[in-house]
């Protein structure tokens, strides 16, 4: 099938590299001419394992390929994704501009029948936004074109996009007419070998799932935020608490894991949006807006932990010749993406509080550099940024964080302080290798 994607940001790329990969014709269009001289280079602008191996080859094998030409890419298709940005205006609302612009463009140089499918996460109504564009501009032509738009929201995780792609545990395409929905299945079907996974329903319920979604997720994580915050007045232990509950089958584990907030493209950005659709409903979200206020607060845990710990006399710059080393700067691992990331606030802080800080992450030095500049160090040595630090701060819990060289550790800082945002290690074998430990919601062999 021949299908153009607008947008080479992270799902647009994913979805290019994945559709190729299952024999279709793909064309991947970016108005950024140096990010589509890069990508024909094979120089990818995101990192996700294994999407530079399948971009090269499938670039090499001439499945797909890379163009600022927009005109060229919606005549050579049948299927035209959208797949821009919608970034959070002032309000919390999705701007919509990018999306509407591309839909405008596809208006202007259809020349047959065209499917549009909003890729992007968009908000309910969306659709129909797009095909009033769409129409307009043919109108506008006095073009009698056939077109029919569909929304097929994307269930990506940063770090696992291309197993979530090519073996997705649903894809949902919202649809009013049988004729695209089938041509949908056929473009889908090679990635439901296995099983049929397809859910297809209306536009407006397509639109709504993915928000949906991502708000439980949201809400799964504060909830547990909130539940360790508690655990740690009462003396209990959350990651007991979260295998007690993670075992009845209509919780699960997912999602149930403490931690410095949520981060990240999605999660605070469809929040954001969905309450604000809520209001112009005249629908009150309290749950949501709860989920994001705990959120917010989250961030500024870990920092207030290492303020308590390492406090000077000095109360507006408490932490003024102290230094913290902080593992980890992405919101997740597997990922360079720092948008929204728990590491931003809680950096911020310590250094509004007089501390240096030392960084290291596997994948997001450069990224971080774009949002402290040289306010902090950084290395590419996870061990070298703790000589002579005060304490160690773990903030993102990537592999090479979950068993370290403890004695190294404990030599190299000043004093064997780790505060950890991730519940990484065992509390009581910490404390027996004279660590202050200090983990969320966890009192066993640690410190509050």
């Known amino acids: 099938m021949k299908i153009c994607i607008f947008g080479a940001g992270y799902v647009g790329l994913v979805a290019a590299a994945c559709f190729a990969e299952s024999g279709n014709s793909v064309i991947a269009v ?7 001289d890069n990508l024909k280079q094979g120089i990818i602008p995101i990192y996700e394992p294994g999407l530079k191996e399948m971009i090269v080859r499938n670039q090499s094998e001439g499945r797909l390929s890379f163009t600022v030409d927009m005109e060229e890419a919606v005549k050579a298709s049948l299927v035209c994704f959208i797949a821009v940005g919608t970034p959070p205006g002032e309000d919390g609302s999705a701007d919509l501009k990018y999306v509407l612009g591309v839909a405008r463009d596809i208006g ?4 047959g029948f065209k499917i549009i499918v909003d890729k992007s996460t968009v908000p309910v109504g969306t659709a129909d936004k797009v095909r009033a564009a769409i129409q307009e501009e043919l109108t506008t032509r006095a073009a009698e074109l056939e077109f029919d738009v569909v929304s097929n929201p994307e269930f990506l995780k940063e770090g696992a996009a291309i197993d979530d792609f090519m073996k997705p545990d649903r894809v949902v395409i919202g649809c009013d007419n049988v004729r695209t929905a089938e041509i949908m299945k056929e473009l889908y079907d090679p990635f439901m070998r296995k099983q049929n996974r397809m859910i297809v329903m209306d536009i407006r319920s397509a639109e709504m799932t993915k928000y949906a979604a991502n708000a439980m997720l949201a809400t799964r994580i504060s909830f547990m935020n909130q539940i360790a915050g508690l655990c740690e007045r009462m003396g209990a232990d959350v990651m007991a608490v979260r295998e007690g509950i993670g075992s009845d089958t209509r919780i699960g584990y997912d999602f149930l894991f403490p931690g410095p907030g949520y981060g990240g493209s999605c999660f605070p950005k469809d929040v954001k949006a969905l309450i604000k659709t809520a209001e112009e409903s005249n629908y009150d979200f309290l749950l949501l807006k709860a989920v994001e206020e705990v959120n917010e607060h989250q961030k500024e845990v870990l920092a207030d932990k290492l303020i308590k710990l390492l406090s000077s006399p000095d109360e507006e710059r408490p932490l003024v010749g ?3 080393a902080c593992w980890g700067l992405s919101f997740k691992p597997r990922t360079d993406d720092m948008r929204e990331a728990p590491a931003i606030t809680i950096i911020e802080r310590l250094l509004a509080a007089g501390a ?3 960084a290291h992450d596997p994948e997001a030095l450069k990224e971080a550099q774009h949002y402290f500049g040289n306010r902090i160090e950084y290395s590419s040595n ?10 160690l701060a773990i903030i993102t819990d990537w592999s090479e964080y979950r068993n370290p060289d403890f004695d190294r550790i404990k030599t190299a800082l000043r004093s064997p302080i780790v505060v950890d945002g991730r519940n990484l290690y065992k ?14 919601g966890r ?3 640690g410190v509050k």
Do not use: E, W
């Open 427 to 440: 509390p009581d074998r910490m404390a027996a290798n004279g660590f202050t430990y200090v983990p969320l």
């Open 30 to 36: 970016d108005i950024d001419h140096a990010r589509i």
């Open 382 to 391: 996870q061990y070298a940024i703790l000589d002579g630090a005060d304490a």
């Open 108 to 111: 202007r140089t259809m020349n």
């Open 443 to 445: 009192c066993s062999g």
């Open 356 to 358: 240096t800080v030392r």
């Open 322 to 324: 102290r230094t913290v």
